[in-house]
């Protein structure tokens, strides 16, 4: 988790290791990470995952993120998709 601006937090990384995914410990610490995001009053809660990575993508789509850009080529290399948590949307 990393502070980006005043109330505006990024989630970084979400990893779990190979051998425990599918086990429900991806959506254990995603909320997790989200209840004591929140506890920090926050306008903004977002993180970015590679449009490749479709298990984190329907993880994140399932648990209140939606999907607001999409940028080619970042610093992975890779094509981005951006999202936001739905509850702080700020429009």
């Given amino acids: ?20 995914r599918r086990k429900g410990i991806g ?6 990470t989200i209840q004591k995001l929140k506890e920090l009053n926050p306008k903004e809660i977002f993180l970015s995952v590679s449009q490749y990575n ?6 994140y789509l399932k648990n209140g993120f ?9 610093f992975d290399g890779l094509d ?3 999202m936001r948590e739905e509850d702080n949307l700020l429009f």
């Fill in 27 to 32: 959506k254990r610490l995603l909320m997790h």
């Fill in 54 to 59: 479709i298990p984190a993508l329907i993880l």
């Fill in 66 to 74: 939606v999907i607001v850009d999409f940028k080619k080529k970042v």
């Fill in 1 to 20: 988790m990393a502070l980006v601006k005043k109330e505006k937090y990024e989630i970084c990384a979400l990893v779990v290791h190979k051998s425990y």
């Fill in 80 to 82: 981005r998709v951006y």
